[in-house]
């Protein structure tokens, strides 16, 4: 009878495309009785298919033998995996159901388990890699979920944590290791049913590359690319952004992760974008951590950056203050070493945000407003009142009008040079589409540098 973790692959695969390798591998400890419960395949999974026709290497660990746990075996099949992965330049996918470290095992297994982090390690940013949680991740399988670029975690018996909720200092609530709370914290992207999840899998597979030397995009796209997009300039970021794609598809990550900002990928013209959007409010530290990994990878595997900057500025909280300043240098770390081509669209930007979003100061190769975008060291208002404190209110609201038109206005910052061009709302896919059609090929100079300071 066929095993849920094969029924599982079976389910994430092209029909008949899974080939398992390493069927016939077993335990060789023979400690605390355990030469009696040998079995074949040694609790997981592991093979190689496709995924709407594109290769995929693929691993599922099986809760049905030996509770899914990782002994000496298990790690070198899966990290024999990785090896043929990284060979080959194709995703590796992890489906995870285990109850962690084999203790009969003991040395053998953890030894295995860091084999597996410094493999997943070398193939961070060679191949996107997905983990999905259907079951429990603790403990050092919590560490191997958190390596991957994307998690997806089943909602009602999938579990991630380090420490087992009841060992918590001070927890009564096994809930954050659930689904819902880790997406909330950020660590993992999508939660959702099993059949939602692979629907959400699989819909990653159109839009991301094999590779980071691959090509991500759709020769099958016939979205017109002069579609007026009617209403853009009130539309929130995932409106924004879903409106801008091709048969309005995005995929999105980290959805319930700092909600003032959306990451997602979306297609322009066939061309798979990355794509990032503020929602009209003050920024909190997670908005900006999330837009970090989010540039990091599009940098990685060369996707554009279509960033849609529509903010009051940085949230006004303690929790900012403690956090705000260390994301932020990663974040411009992030856009300024950034080779791809970047465009950015901006409607409001208030504050020195305006110098982080996308700016062309960090880095855009081309910047638009519209006729009705303010770009302002702050809002009018406040800055007449620093300005003139001792005039009346209605002079300080004149002065504040003025200033709007002469300082904070798009017209004022195309006049020296920081916007490109301003166009309308309703033209913002058509002029996007044609930047970036400008910006293929783009070539930066490599400073030979492995990695920043931060």
Request: contains cysteine; hydrophobic residues 40%.
């Amino acid at each position: 009878m066929d095993s849920k973790a094969r029924s599982r692959i079976e389910a994430l695969l092209d029909a008949q495309s899974f080939v398992e390798i390493g069927a016939l591998v077993k335990s060789r400890s023979t400690d605390f009785l355990q030469g009696t419960e040998k079995a074949a395949s040694d609790g997981v999974i592991c093979g190689y298919g496709s995924i709407s026709g594109k290769p995929v290497y693929i691993y599922a660990q099986n809760r049905d033998v030996l509770s899914g746990s990782v002994g000496e075996m298990h790690g070198r099949k899966i990290a024999h995996l990785y090896d043929m992965a990284m060979k080959m330049g194709a995703p590796v996918v992890e489906l995870l159901d285990s109850s962690g470290i084999r203790l009969e095992e003991a040395t053998d297994a953890l030894y295995a388990l860091s084999k597996l982090y410094k493999k997943k390690a070398q193939a961070k940013g060679l191949i996107p890699l997905y983990s999905v949680l259907y079951g429990q991740a603790g403990g050092g399988m919590a560490l191997l979920a958190s390596l991957s670029d994307f998690c997806f975690m089943e909602n009602q018996e999938g579990r991630l944590f380090i420490n087992a909720p009841d060992a918590v200092k001070g927890n009564k609530d096994a809930s954050f290791s659930e689904g819902k709370a880790q997406e909330e914290a950020g660590n993992v992207d999508f939660s959702g049913t099993e059949e939602e999840i692979v629907k959400e899998l699989q819909k990653a597979f159109t839009f991301l590359p094999a590779n980071n030397e691959d090509a991500a995009y759709n020769e099958d796209a016939d979205d017109n690319l002069n579609r007026a997009v009617d209403g853009f300039f009130d539309l929130k970021g995932r409106e924004a952004l879903t409106i801008l794609s091709d048969e309005g598809e995005i995929f999105e990550v980290k959805r319930a992760y700092g909600e003032e900002a959306v990451t997602a990928f979306i297609r322009l013209n066939g061309q798979t974008v990355g794509g990032i959007a503020t929602n009209g409010g003050a920024l909190h530290w997670k908005d900006i951590a999330k837009m970090n990994r989010f540039i990091r990878f599009c940098n990685t595997y060369s996707l554009p950056i279509l960033t849609l900057c529509d903010t009051t500025g940085f949230e006004n909280c303690l929790c900012n203050e403690k956090h705000l300043g260390t994301e932020m240098a990663e974040l411009l770390s992030a856009y300024g070493n950034a080779s791809v081509p970047m465009v950015t669209v901006v409607k409001k930007a208030v504050g020195s945000t305006g110098a982080c979003l996308g700016s062309k100061g960090v880095g855009a190769d081309l910047v638009f407003a519209y006729p009705e975008s303010e770009i302002s060291v702050m809002e009018p208002g406040l800055a007449a009142n620093i300005l003139y404190p001792d005039e009346s209110l209605e002079e300080r609201e004149a002065k504040a009008k003025r200033y709007l038109e002469e300082k904070a206005s798009a017209e004022s910052a195309a006049a020296r040079g920081y916007i490109d061009a301003l166009i309308f709302p309703e033209e913002t896919r058509q002029r996007v589409i044609s930047a970036l059609d400008m910006l293929y090929g783009k070539a930066d100079f490599d400073f030979h540098k492995k990695f920043g300071s931060i």
